[in-house]
């Protein structure tokens, strides 16, 4: 009975092995003529980079189709090799790309285990990082072996491992051990120990996890293993082994804020790529941009912290993922290492794991091995998932992969990965060079400059172009204006009936144009394009840089319904800041070769007078006016933030709360925020620019004014001061506009010309 069991239990077995065999060949003979082509491995040919500088020098990007410092395999010592091999391919120069006992072993070890051991050989991890995607399918995974047994029949052993030690990610943004001996410890790879040898090995599997900088605990485990490893297979003598083990490694000291200058770059590259082509990534190009690195750095932590500001006030979504948790506290760590290997670090906003949950606190482990511990203050942002009854999709438990950033002094807090979007962008308004550039929350994320490709609604923030357009038809600050109802019917419209209103719902009667300007009176706004034209308004709007076409000639032109970018923005403020001339925005301010030659150099041309747009006369009065809204306007928190009076700007809320900004500058510097959604929704009914970009820019102001005096303006001929207002002369003593829109406030606006009609009805038409 024995033996009829055991000869079907082998002949099942024979009958398994000719169908995996069978079915091995049928995937071979389909896949196999469909793998990629790999000319790329067997002509590897490392070109230098194009690297991208701010003005000040330092590197705030490399482009190219190698982005590491290749070393060949002959060059490479003995000890690397030996210990990459130690760790990650024992075998290597003994199977043929495929590793089948170390597979079988892996299987052994795998089953009914916590933990898992990989069993992929180096030839096919080069297959996967030069190839293949991340995921984790049996798809995949069949490619990655046909792949390795291709690479295998075409290329020799030594020139597959100088493709996997010239191209693996080792974390601190070095590609291959060169780089990243040069990144960890300050050296040449050539000069490299047994000990540090160990150490940089432990980095392929998860580069973040085995950081030894981020969390040299974990990272000594593994290099300690490793280094056992190395005389397990007879790399090194036992005498080499006890002192690589008792070796104590010196990092080298890297700057712990790295300038985030991502967009910068990524505009600096499109520009080169337009003059030189593909030869821009093998050339060894150094450009040099305008972009200064503490006011980069500045402006990048500032919208930052303006956005997640913003995320924690929204509704939680929920965690990212769950993983089950050993039982075994000593494997928790690893666990816990593995799980956020798919969920890397958002710069502040950290990847975790619950290790612990009650309603009043919450203990998890960052991908460090660091434990943080949230109080009942930090969790607000996330109360609705530590509900029992809360959503399964939304639910935090133990095991949830969730979001946290440390906020100081108040601790840390429980968080989620901000879905809005924004932007910032500063330039020196005599000369249009850009000195900061944030294009998005997260570069990584996506790569739209929302800075200089996202066209949107300025709202109020648009309003200074149209006082400065009234300010030449007869309008002066003092010039008083009917904040009153107005009603289009529609007869009028002929469409149906417009009933424009305040942001907040009010009207406040008769006011000064100064007034109104600094409390974003939208009734005065739209009297003001009636008076002087919507035709001449869309013509004057153009002075600043503006496309006609994005500003129709209707009354919404009074309530910024057009469509601007950040950067045209920031132009446009220029104007006003520089005293009226209009000035090209610039990046990139000088090309050399990689011997230091200059290939070009762009110099901005001085102010003079071929520039100017606007009089002198209007440039002084505006800014005037833009003053009193930073001081006892909307943006009354700037000067009252900053303590100064030299600053000058407008906020921007549009309908329905879809985008928040603040445009304002002090003489030396233009600074434009913007923050909304990629795709328009709203904000939220309680946000506004005053709210949400203000801070942004007072945050940015605050580091770049800290050693600058304040700026004492000085007045343009054919200006008179009457009552402490401002008048151009002709316009002084009641000659030009003394009031608008007085003589029936409750009556509906219907009086208006045959253009001005024609000019509504446009507007509603579909």
Do not use: C
């Amino acid at each position: 009975m024995v033996l009829r069991i055991l000869a079907w239990v082998a002949g099942g077995a024979a009958a398994a092995a000719l169908s995996g065999a069978l079915l091995g060949v049928i995937a071979l003979s389909v896949a196999y003529p469909n793998l990629p082509d790999i000319d790329g491995l067997t002509d590897y040919r490392p070109k230098l980079p194009m690297r991208v500088f701010s003005a000040d020098g330092v590197l705030i990007g490399e482009f190219g189709e190698e982005r590491r410092k290749f070393v060949p395999i002959e060059e490479i010592p003995a000890v690397m090799k030996q210990a990459v091999l130690a760790i990650e391919d024992a075998r290597f120069y003994d199977h043929i790309g495929i590793d089948y006992k170390g597979m079988a072993r892996a299987a052994l070890a795998n089953f009914g285990s916590v933990g898992s051991q990989g069993a992929s050989t180096i030839t096919m991890q080069v297959a996967r990082n030069f190839y293949l995607s991340s995921e984790k399918t049996l798809t995949r995974k069949i490619y990655e072996v046909l792949l390795a047994l291709k690479i295998e029949n075409q290329l020799t052993k030594d020139e597959i491992l100088e493709l996997y030690m010239n191209q693996i990610f080792l974390g601190q943004r070095a590609y291959g051990f060169a780089a990243a001996s040069e990144i960890y410890f300050g050296k040449d790879l050539k000069d490299i120990t047994i000990a540090e040898a160990a150490m940089l090995a432990g980095l392929p599997k998860a580069p973040a996890a085995y950081n030894p900088i981020r969390n040299p605990p974990r990272a000594k485990i593994r290099q300690q293993y490793i280094i056992d490893r190395m005389l397990e297979n007879g790399f090194i003598t036992p005498e080499q082994h006890a002192a690589a083990k008792a070796e104590v490694l010196r990092y080298r000291q890297t700057p712990s804020l790295p300038v985030h200058a991502e967009y910068v770059a990524e505009t600096a590259r499109q520009l080169i790529y337009n003059q030189y082509g593909d030869e821009s990534y093998s050339r060894g190009l150094n450009v040099y941009t305008s972009i200064r690195s503490d006011e980069q750095t500045a402006a990048y932590r500032a919208l930052r912290k303006g956005i997640t500001d913003f995320e924690r006030r929204q509704w939680y979504r929920g965690p990212e993922g769950h993983v089950d948790l050993p039982k075994d506290p000593a494997l928790v760590d690893a666990r816990v290492a593995e799980a956020l290997v798919d969920h890397p670090d958002n710069d502040e906003i950290r990847a975790a794991v619950v290790l612990e949950l009650d309603p009043k606190k919450l203990v998890a482990m960052l991908a460090d091995g660091e434990t943080v511990t949230i109080g009942p203050e930090g969790l607000r942002p996330v109360q609705s998932g530590l509900s029992a009854k809360a959503n399964p999709k939304v639910q935090i438990r133990v095991g949830s992969i969730i979001r946290v950033i440390n906020l100081g002094r108040a601790g840390w807090a429980a968080t989620q990965l901000p879905e809005v979007e924004g932007a910032f962008v500063s330039l020196d308004p005599t000369t249009g060079e850009i000195r900061a550039l944030v294009g998005g929350f997260d570069y990584a994320k996506s790569r739209f400059n929302h800075a200089t490709q996202a066209w949107r609604q300025p709202g109020s923030s648009f309003k200074p172009f149209i006082y400065s357009a009234a300010l030449e038809r007869g309008f002066t600050p003092a010039t008083v204006v009917n904040d009153a109802p107005l009603f289009y019917d529609a007869t009028t419209t002929g469409s149906k009936p417009w009933e424009p209103k305040n942001y907040d719902g009010t009207f406040d009667g008769p006011m000064s144009m100064r007034r109104a300007l600094a409390r974003s009176k939208n009734m005065v706004s739209i009297r003001v394009v009636e008076a002087i034209g919507p035709a001449y308004a869309q013509e004057w709007v153009t002075r600043f840089g503006f496309d006609r076409e994005r500003h129709p000639p209707y009354l919404t032109l009074a309530l910024g319904a057009g469509s601007v970018t950040p950067l045209q923005m920031a132009t446009g403020y220029a104007v006003f800041a520089n005293g009226g001339y209009r000035v090209a925005p610039s990046l990139v301010t000088k090309v050399t070769d990689n011997r230091g030659q200059v290939l070009v150099e762009y110099k901005p041309p001085a102010l003079d007078e071929s520039m100017r747009v606007i009089d002198p006369r209007n440039a002084f009065v505006m800014n005037s006016l833009l003053q009193e809204v930073t001081r006892s306007g909307t943006a009354a928190r700037a000067q009252a933030t900053l303590k100064r009076p030299d600053l000058y700007g407008k906020t921007g809320t549009t309908n329905d709360s879809v985008d928040a900004w603040f445009a304002g500058f002090q003489p030396g510097r233009v600074a434009v925020v913007w923050i909304g959604y990629g795709t328009p929704k709203k904000l939220g009914s309680n946000e506004t620019g005053g709210g949400l970009s203000l801070p942004v820019w007072i945050d940015y102001m605050a580091a770049y004014l800290k050693d600058v005096p304040v700026a004492q303006p000085s007045v343009p001929p054919g200006l008179i001061q009457v009552g402490g207002e401002w008048f151009y002369d002709e316009y002084a003593h009641g000659a030009g506009v003394t009031s608008l829109g007085l003589e029936d406030p409750t009556a509906p606006a219907t009086t208006t010309t045959e253009e001005e009609r024609r000019s509504i009805l446009d507007l509603f038409r579909p």
